[in-house]
C-alpha cells in the first residue's frame, strides 16, 4: 500500500491553457475526493466520488472544473482556460467508505503566469 | 456542519507534551472529531478520531468531555519534527453521508529547540 498518488506535483502553465491532473487512490478505497487548498487556508473541498459516481459537487466547481473516474480506480481533475485565481495546491483523498477517515495525497500544486 | 475554533499558533520545546483545544460548541449526534497534520508542501496526514472519552493510538490522545463541545489533542514529547499546522474537524461519520471535510485555518504549532 503505497497511499494516494498525485501526479504531477507541480504544474505551471499560463493562462488560458487547459490542465489535467491524476489522482491513484490506495487500493480498494470506494470513496474519493477532490480539495483545493490556498497558501494559509486549511483545504475547500470540491467534489466526491463513491466508485464511478460523481455524488457531490462545490459550489467552488465552476464550468471549467471537470472531474471523473472513469473506472472506479484513478481519478482526473481537469481546469479548461485556467485562469490566475485557480494557482493552489490541488489535493486529492480516499476512504474505504464514508465511515473511515480520509487519506490524502501531496496534491499537485498549480502555478498560472 | 459544525465549525471549529482552535488557537491560530502555538509554541513549544522540545520533550514536552502538548494540548491543542478545539471549540465546537455546535457539534451534531452523529459528528465526530478527527484531527490532521500537515506540514508544507505536503497533504494533510489523518491523526485520530474520537467519538467521545478518551481514544489514544502510537501518535496522540484525544480527549473529549462529556458535552462534547470541545476536544483536546495531546502530543507527548514533541520533537522538532512535529512543527506543523493540526486541523481539528468534526463531520457526520454516517457511510450514506458526503463525509466532506470542513478545515479550517488550524493551529501552527512551533516546537523549539
Request: net charge neutral.
Amino acid at each position: 500500500d503505497t497511499g494516494v498518488s498525485q501526479d504531477p506535483r507541480h504544474k505551471i502553465t499560463k493562462r488560458g491553457q487547459n490542465v489535467t491532473f491524476r489522482c491513484d487512490p490506495i487500493s480498494e478505497h470506494n470513496r474519493l475526493y477532490w480539495y483545493r487548498q490556498t497558501l494559509g487556508q486549511g483545504p475547500e473541498f470540491l467534489t466526491y466520488f463513491q466508485n464511478e459516481a460523481q455524488l457531490e459537487k462545490s459550489r467552488l466547481l465552476s464550468d471549467r472544473f471537470s472531474a471523473e473516474r472513469p473506472k472506479g480506480s484513478f481519478s482526473t481533475l481537469e481546469i479548461q482556460r485556467t485562469e490566475q485565481g485557480d494557482s493552489a495546491m490541488y489535493l486529492c483523498a480516499s476512504s474505504q467508505d464514508g465511515n473511515q477517515p480520509q487519506h490524502f495525497g501531496d496534491g499537485t500544486r498549480l502555478s498560472i503566469l | 456542519l459544525a465549525k471549529t475554533t482552535q488557537p491560530i499558533s502555538m509554541d513549544s520545546y522540545e520533550g514536552q507534551e502538548v494540548n491543542i483545544t478545539c471549540s465546537h460548541n455546535n457539534i451534531a449526534t452523529n459528528d465526530y472529531i478527527t484531527w490532521y497534520q500537515q506540514f508544507p508542501s505536503q497533504g494533510p496526514r489523518f491523526i485520530i478520531q474520537g467519538y467521545k472519552t478518551k481514544v489514544t493510538n502510537e501518535v496522540a490522545s484525544l480527549f473529549i468531555p462529556a458535552d462534547r463541545k470541545s476536544s483536546t489533542l495531546s502530543l507527548p514529547r514533541v520533537s522538532l519534527s512535529d512543527t506543523a499546522v493540526y486541523y481539528c474537524l468534526v463531520g457526520d461519520m454516517n457511510g450514506g453521508a458526503t463525509n466532506k471535510l470542513i478545515f479550517g485555518t488550524g493551529t501552527l504549532l512551533a516546537v523549539q529547540p
